[in-house]
């Protein structure tokens, strides 16, 4: 399984970006798929996910400012963030369930390389 995310940027606060999360190596349809993020000093953090139902679950931090998205035939899952803050700053992680129907529980995933988000004040 290969996770590539795209969509990374500076903005500047109150902006907006939306990442991409291409899956290739299996059909995502049956598999949560999920964003983290890692600030600089900070250890890696759950942002969204998106189960094979549809069923979305966020971050109290980015509730109401990012929703997460899937499109199973193009085998990708979208982030789109809006309002963001300079303490949004951190390289995004795209992730996936090693086994179908899971809740996207590290270690069990597989990791993208991540992208780099960075919001300027």
């Known amino acids: 399984e290969q996770l590539v995310e795209s969509g990374g940027g500076l903005v500047q606060a109150g902006g907006s970006l939306r990442l991409s999360c291409a899956a290739s190596?299996?059909?995502?349809?049956?598999?949560?798929m999920g964003w983290f993020r890692q600030a600089p000093g900070k250890d890696r953090e759950f942002v969204a996910s998106?189960?094979?139902?549809?069923?979305?679950t966020y971050a109290d931090s980015v509730k109401g400012r990012f929703t997460i998205s899937r499109d199973n035939a193009k085998n990708t899952v979208y982030l789109q963030m809006n309002s963001l803050k300079p303490e949004d700053t951190a390289i995004y992680y795209c992730?996936?369930?090693?086994?179908?129907?899971?809740?996207?529980?590290?270690?069990?995933?597989?990791w993208g390389q991540g992208t780099q988000v960075t919001v300027s004040s």
């Open positions: 998106i189960n094979w139902s549809g069923t979305s």
């Open positions: 190596g299996r059909d995502i349809t049956l598999y949560t």
């Open positions: 992730a996936t369930d090693q086994s179908p129907f899971g809740r996207l529980s590290p270690p069990k995933v597989y």
